[in-house]
């Protein structure tokens, strides 16, 4: 049983602003959760139906445990259909974004991704091609949104996301600055190298005027029928799917 | 100012079921109707504010226009924050699917993709990458739901979307059969040619078991991190642009 006190708190932490408060955010369902505890992010409480009381011992020590009925979590969880059990997540303390963290790999530059879908399907698909380290603009979507959460499929403990001032960063990128945009060499006779940031722009504004000046590579994916753009994650996962295609 | 049964009759296409029933389907904002205008499809009927009445008569003749005021928009619309205009389409008579469309072009089959966004956002995929056909499996979500339309961004007049029964289509395909799996030879080693089906599949289960039985080149985009599976439509787009790498 809940106390209204609980249920407030968690409800919310359905709100950006609540969750920057308390530096706290909500998981759902057991995938995700068993994606979680491995990780370095800290498990706050577990909110759980009666029928994963017997998953629970394997799952976690150090834990708050909460046994709710469907009604509880149908208040406290960010779904139409909840999952059956819901655990708060610390965030992790943010780290100063290291220019060092750059080198010999590759990074992706967000500049205002705005949709939390999107946003989530980019960290699953950076993390599928092991790309360890997102720099979000400081207006890309909030990556602890219940939206990104559910899109990222449990991959976000493995992608180091950072929120910076991207005109602070830019100007200290060592490695060649690529930018994904509708002019420029096509993706399929660029040579991406071993290292590079490569810049995804909102949905509907693409990367902006600030930023593409410190493009280095303009580079844009062919366009062969009608459609006036590609989703930002689809070029996302295709321009991961290019700079991967020689390490493999 | 809208009847009732004006309001809940468009109310009702919200549904499936009455999409299904009345043939006919909502469309949303200026963009959209633009790219429905020109096509091959029927527009019913217009409901606009009133900024958008020096609009209307570039726009359309011979179609039933209706100023509405705020109120009566947001409970027409299908989002959250209508975009001022709305349209009713009507949808096209089905064609039964020709074997022979396949030829000569590659087109894509989606086995149970449930998401309407991902079946959307594979639309705009295709669209941009000149694929004219999507072969639908009947548990394939709608191409008519809002949320596909949305994410569509108004590619759906420019790519044929059939909804069959794949276990009658798959044996008449003559072209090679391709299916993207998470075992199968690396889509960098394949040598798609200039004709082929591509068969993606459900968000959770991948390809059924059946379908699976008439794929003769399995295929899959190689994993270098540690996400379990990827997003469908971004499987689609790394597939769309993998194919078409070699006509540009």
């Given at each position: 049983m809940l106390s209204k006190s609980q249920i407030s708190f968690i409800k919310s932490l359905h709100q950006k602003k609540y969750r920057k408060e308390n530096g706290i955010f909500i998981i759902e369902g057991i995938k995700s959760i068993l994606e979680f505890i491995p990780s370095n992010y800290q498990l706050h409480s577990i909110y759980y139906l009666a029928e994963y009381k017997s998953l629970l011992p394997t799952l976690a020590s150090n834990i708050k445990l909460f046994e709710v009925n469907n009604a509880e979590l149908d208040k406290i969880s960010?779904?139409?259909?909840?999952?059956?059990i819901l655990a708060l997540v610390r965030q992790p303390k943010a780290t100063p974004f290291n220019p060092?963290?750059?080198?010999?790999c590759f990074s992706l530059m967000l500049d205002g991704v705005q949709d939390p879908g999107n946003l989530g399907t980019i960290i699953r698909t950076a993390d599928w091609f092991g790309f360890k380290n997102i720099i979000c603009s400081?207006?890309?979507?909030?990556?602890?949104n219940p939206k990104t959460i559910q899109a990222t499929m449990g991959s976000l403990p493995r992608v180091n996301i950072y929120y910076e001032n991207l005109m602070e960063v830019l100007p200290k990128v060592k490695v060649p600055i690529y930018g994904a945009l509708l002019e420029g060499k096509s993706i399929y006779q660029t040579?991406?190298?071993a290292e590079g940031l490569l810049i995804l722009g909102n949905?509907?504004?693409?990367?902006?005027g600030d930023v593409i000046n410190f493009i280095q590579h303009p580079v844009t994916i062919p366009r062969i029928g009608k459609a006036e753009s590609l989703n930002v994650a689809i070029s996302a996962g295709i321009f991961c799917s290019e700079i991967s295609r020689n390490i493999i």
């Open positions: 960010t779904l139409q259909a909840p999952q059956g060092e963290l750059l080198k010999n400081l207006n890309t979507a909030d990556c602890y040579n991406f190298g949905e509907g504004q693409g990367i902006s």
